[in-house]
DNA sequence: CTAACAAGTTAGATTAAACTAACAAAATAT
DNA sequence: ATATTTTGTTAGTTTAATCTAACTTGTTAG
């Protein structure tokens, strides 16, 4: 049996590996705001389980079955977002806090009968896909930078493949996941794209850069 | 704040003060299946925080804060087994189980919603009165077994005002609370009534114990 | 290249909620 | 009325999940 805390824990390592493969000790303990020895010891134990791969002072990364049990607490999440935003009247920024509660409910028929009723959506109300009943993400919903036209807003949901430098430079930009950005001209020359997002005013992201930024298009 | 664990031992002791207004320690370790000394622990631990009155070797009661803490849990329990049949589609023995973990969700506007889109319901699938958002339970839909009339088909809610003579009585006769009766005869001179129930035959209960029994007419 | 800083780890303490073993009080049955 | 059984309590242990303090390893800036 895995607990609520180990949900949490799954959940947050899925979505910081979600961007780069792997995560640290570091940014799990600042996402849960919990000490650092405490998530040690906690990575320690889901590798005891086989949810982690797990080397002292190595980057973490989920195993095959962690990443599957992740995935399917983040269904059960946006399960319930979509269900209280389309079925219980709920706007979109209410539902995250209760679905954060409702998402370590044990009890299958319940989300198949929540899925039933909604249709079978394949994304939430923010547009985040929705991971089918064995664990799998659909990631078709995220589309390279580099694909995009001049006028598009996105959100920067991935970065696929990446390295320390890549991740060090889009840091040095103050670009993160989940960041706005709109596309305001793409030079013909060398592909290289000029954006705003944020406090940034015309940042220009060449090729090799955008080619790994996974973005879903703002609907 | 109150946690899931202590929610549920002020649920049981709810339930079980709530045909004798007392339970003891005993009761409430075999109802939620725990050893007495964790729960002779825990009720000393409520008791510190103000929702049970303890005092050792005697019977445990709810304080008023303890009552109505138990009411609101209770109601968010109905009201999910509610919401669960009217709106998802369950079968009305499909739901405890789901609404055994809900009820512990903390979002009143959750709730609140439910409440709302079911045009706030008196009463759960089995019956039972939903306390309103104040923790009053209304009773209204609680009959004195000595108003009923022959033929009618009715469940032992609760026992108001009771005695452990009562209850002894009561219980030689395997009279609980849940108990289904059915009315055979009531006899003109003393009131006096025969019943059906479980394997019981033809039992007859004098005017002084139907006086007692508060009952709920079977839909 | 080394000093300083950041990140990771180990050790040990704390709290909540459970347990068993042993003892005390109350209820029951002969 | 006393012995037996049931119920309640106390004391001490265990496990999960957290913490702080102290130490180690790895990274970064002069």
């Known amino acids: 049996m895995i607990s609520q805390t ?29 000490k650092m020895p405490t998530v040690n010891s906690m990575m320690k134990k889901l590798s005891e389980k086989g949810f982690v791969h797990y080397e002292s002072y190595k980057p ?12 399917l607490i983040i ?4 399960l319930t977002e979509m269900y209280l935003v389309e079925k219980m009247g ?3 920024d209410e539902v995250h806090q209760i679905a954060e509660q409702i ?11 929540m899925d039933q ?45 990446s390295s320390k ?12 996941l989940g960041t706005t950005l709109t596309i305001l001209s793409i030079e013909p020359f060398d592909n290289s794209i000029t954006v705003n997002y944020g406090n940034r005013i015309s940042e220009v992201l060449s090729s090799k850069v955008t080619a790994t930024l ?5 609907s």
């Open 60 to 71: 973490l990364k989920l195993t095959e079955e962690g990443k599957k049990e992740a995935a």
């Open 90 to 92: 709920f706007a979109w």
């Open 6 to 34: 180990e949900e949490n824990y799954l959940k947050a390592l899925y979505n910081l590996t979600y961007l780069k493969g792997e995560a640290s000790v570091n940014e799990i303990s600042k996402r849960l705001e919990i």
């Open 75 to 78: 269904r059960k999440h946006r």
């Open 117 to 161: 009723l909604l249709g079978y959506p394949t994304v939430d109300p923010h547009g985040s896909p929705i991971p089918d009943h064995n664990g799998v993400m659909r990631s078709e919903s995220y589309i390279f930078l580099d694909t995009c036209k001049t006028g598009d807003a996105v959100t920067l949901m991935a970065v696929q493949p």
């Open 165 to 176: 430098e890549l991740l060090q430079y889009l840091s040095a930009k103050d670009l993160e």
């Open 214 to 218: 996974l973005v879903r298009p703002i």
């Open 103 to 113: 998402e370590h409910i044990h009890s299958p028929e319940f989300f198949t009968k």
